[in-house]
């Protein structure tokens, strides 16, 4: 099982990791705001996930973090 997880400093939520996700399981938390004032992305179905990290690849800031 996969793990994806978004270092909530970083994220600015730029969206791209949400459009490259192959399994559309990623999406930006309009109901959290962080500490630069951006909606983070989250993964809505982490059970879908299949690990292939084109989110973390795909970020510019290095927020994503995937594990397997």
Sequence with gaps: ???MTVD???CK???LCVEVCPKKIIELDMTVLNAKG???A???DMDSC???AMCAVMCP???ITVEK
């Design 42 to 44: 989250a993964v809505k």
């Design 13 to 15: 939520g730029c969206g």
């Design 8 to 10: 909530l400093g970083y």
């Design 50 to 52: 299949i690990g292939c």
């Design 61 to 63: 800031d290095c927020a």
């Design 1 to 3: 099982m996969a793990k």
């Design 38 to 40: 951006y909606h983070p």
